[in-house]
């Protein structure tokens, strides 16, 4: 149980464009999630914090017309890179809280991550 | 400013040796405190977590974790490493049970047959 997908695993794509990634609970639902970026042989960095039906709340240095993210069900978080250059390639990673309570202590449940190369 | 810190960026241990990873924290209190391993294509999985009660944490896979007020630390440890415990390990806190959580850096395990 406490399953968290993410779609796709990875994309590549042109400077210029935008990417969507999706992030979803499978078998529980999750008022809060969460996106994370992780750069190679480093720690993950939380990006912002999603809550269903209503705005992100994004952590500081973290630009949120370039990530736009949408909470829009109990199952379902998009981040949106957009207008994506080279430097945004990275590993994204997104977690989410059971609202049913299996969150205990704080616990979150990660999806496998997502793989962003912009060329 | 809240932290977590781990000293060792990357460890090798022999297969059945045993294993003990650092964690030190920088909190006002005690901290809620986990450790998670992210293995290659999969994404992060919680092997214990700690908040109050009794220091020694007892986790899955057979890891354990020690919690010391003293030296604000949180290590994990396990009494023999198996090759398929090759992974990074993170170590996490968050204030309370509600706020955001903050990962150290990170610790690579390699294991050597």
């Known amino acids: 149980g406490a399953v968290v997908s993410q779609h796709p695993s990875w994309v590549i794509c042109k400077s210029g464009t935008s990417v969507k990634i999706e992030c979803r609970s499978l078998?529980?639902?999750?008022?809060?999630m969460f996106w994370y970026r992780q750069f190679p042989k480093q720690s993950l960095m939380l990006m912002a914090t999603?809550?269903?039906?209503?705005?992100?709340?994004?952590e500081q240095g973290v630009e949120k017309d370039k990530f736009l993210i949408n909470h829009a069900s109990l199952t379902l978080s998009t981040l949106t890179v957009t207008s994506a250059h080279p430097e945004d390639s990275s590993f994204y990673i997104c977690?989410?809280?059971?609202?049913?309570?299996?969150?205990?202590?704080?616990?979150?449940?990660f999806g496998p991550g997502t793989r962003l190369t912009v060329l | 400013a809240q932290s977590v810190t781990q000293p060792d960026i990357h460890i090798t241990v022999s297969e059945g040796a045993s294993l003990e990873l650092r964690c030190n924290y920088s909190?006002?209190?005690?901290?809620?405190l986990f450790w998670y391993v992210q293995s290659p294509g999969q994404g992060l999985q919680l092997l214990l977590k700690?908040?109050?009660?009794?220091?020694l944490v007892q986790g899955i896979k057979g890891f354990e974790a020690e919690f010391k007020r003293s030296q604000s630390s949180f290590n994990l440890r396990k009494p023999s490493v198996h090759w398929s415990d090759a992974a990074e390990y993170f170590c996490?806190?968050?204030?309370?049970?509600?706020?955001?959580?903050?990962f150290g850096p990170g610790t690579s395990l390699s294991v050597i047959p």
């Open positions: 977690s989410a809280r059971d609202s049913g309570g299996r969150s205990s202590y704080n616990e979150q449940f």
């Open positions: 078998d529980f639902q999750a008022t809060t």
């Open positions: 999603s809550n269903e039906g209503s705005k992100a709340t994004y």
């Open positions: 909190y006002g209190a005690t901290p809620y």
């Open positions: 700690y908040f109050s009660g009794d220091t």
């Open positions: 996490a806190a968050s204030k309370t049970s509600y706020d955001k959580v903050i």
